[in-house]
Each structure stands twice: as structure tokens, then as C-alpha cells.
């Protein structure tokens, strides 16, 4: 089954505990983003990937890290974890970005 | 002043009305627009997307963009209470449609 797999889905930790959300997509997709999901914010998207070692910031990329080794993996990075990185986090895969993005099922993160 | 403005609602129909679900956008340079729908507790799914103006449809859906108002919408025909979910529009700029812009998202409930 074509699908974006984000892990793990809920996720509680402490400030300053450095973490990290992995994200992988079995479609052999170009393009990758993660998006943080807020009440009354809608989504914004953190970063985003056009290939291998080519990623560049979204609107909201303080405090997080990406990185892209492998087509098919696009993890992101918290070093040092917030309470205001508390929030849904999404990825989403393309193959050509005008045909729309398939998204992961979520992470939802609470940093305490 | 948010780039894309999007209703939050939430918005209540019968079953078998007609749905329109509206975004107005300030940036000139939107020229992918899709609309995705997101049910509870899962990832956003895209519905539709076009490019430039005009008017899509597929089934019961109807999407159309009108840049020089800069203004999009997406039509729903005899509603059905499955299609009750929060509806997004997005929006880029970019020919790989990388950098997308998201609205708040309505919420939609079709009453039986």
C-alpha cells in the first residue's frame, strides 16, 4: 500500500530532551515536507525537500533540524525540544508537487 | 494579514445541499491551488487541484479559481453526512508546488 508512515504517533517529553520523528514514504516520491498542525494557526509547514541533500526552510524552521540521506526518509529533528514545539506534526510526500502531497497520519507532541 | 484566509466556520448543512467552501489569497505569484480534506484525528487527503484559473470538476466536486479576484472555491453537490471533515485550501507559488501555503481549514458537518 502507497502510504506515508510518521512514527511514533503521540509522543510526551520533557524540555530540552532532543528528539526525533521519523517519516518514510514507499512511493519513490521527489519531494518531502513536515508541516505542525495548530488550533487557529491551520498548517505551516517546517521544512521542506526537492531530492537527496536538497532541503531548505519552511515558514516556521526554528528549532528544528532535517535532514535527507535517502529518498524514501525525512526525519525531523528537535535538539532541544520546547513547550512551544507542542503541537500535531505531519509529513507529506509528492512526486511532483503540482499533483498534490500524500500526508503521514500525524504526530501529535507534548513537550513539558 | 494572513496570505491565504480561509472561513473557519463551522459551517452546518443538510444533507443534499449544495457546499461552498471559499479562500481569498493576497500574493499574485499563487498559481497551484489544490484543496485537501482532513476527517479527525487523520492526515489531510487532496480533493482537487488546478492550476491558474478556471474550473475543475470530478464527481460531486466542483473547484474553481478566479486569480484577477483572487478568490477560490470548492463546490460540494448533494452533500452527503461522510463528507462532514474540515476542509483546506492550499496554495503555491513555486512550479514544484514545494512551498505551500495552507488556510485555517472550515469545518463542515452535513446533518442527515
Known amino acids: 500500500e502507497a502510504q506515508v508512515t510518521q512514527n511514533p504517533r503521540y509522543l510526551i517529553t520533557v524540555t530540552g530532551k532532543k528528539l526525533t520523528v521519523t517519516c518514510s514514504q514507499n512511493m519513490n516520491h521527489e519531494y518531502m515536507s513536515w508541516y505542525r498542525q495548530d488550533p487557529g494557526l491551520g498548517l505551516r509547514q517546517i521544512y521542506y525537500s526537492m531530492n537527496v541533500e536538497v532541503t531548505d526552510k519552511g515558514d516556521v524552521p526554528e528549532g528544528y533540524k532535517v535532514s535527507r540521506k535517502e529518498k524514501r526518509n525525512f526525519p525531523l529533528i528537535l535538539e532541544s525540544p520546547s513547550p512551544n514545539q507542542t503541537s500535531l506534526y505531519f509529513c507529506a510526500s509528492s512526486l511532483l508537487g503540482t499533483d498534490g502531497y500524500t500526508f503521514g497520519s500525524g504526530t501529535r507532541l507534548t513537550v513539558v | 494579514q494572513k496570505e491565504v484566509e480561509q472561513d473557519p466556520g463551522p459551517l452546518s448543512v443538510p444533507e443534499g445541499a449544495i457546499v461552498s467552501l471559499n479562500c481569498t489569497y493576497s500574493?499574485?505569484?499563487?498559481?497551484?491551488f489544490m484543496w485537501y480534506r482532513q476527517y479527525s484525528r487523520k492526515g489531510p487527503e487532496l480533493l482537487m487541484y488546478?492550476?491558474?484559473?478556471g474550473n475543475k470538476e470530478d464527481g460531486r466536486f466542483t473547484a474553481q479559481v478566479d486569480k484577477s479576484s483572487k478568490y477560490i472555491s470548492l463546490f460540494i453537490r448533494d452533500s452527503q453526512p461522510s463528507d462532514s471533515a474540515t476542509y483546506l485550501c492550499a496554495m503555491s507559488a513555486d512550479q514544484g508546488a514545494q512551498k505551500l501555503v495552507f488556510g485555517q481549514g472550515t469545518r463542515l458537518t452535513i446533518n442527515p
Open positions: 488546478t492550476y491558474s484559473s
Open positions: 500574493n499574485s505569484a499563487f498559481q497551484y
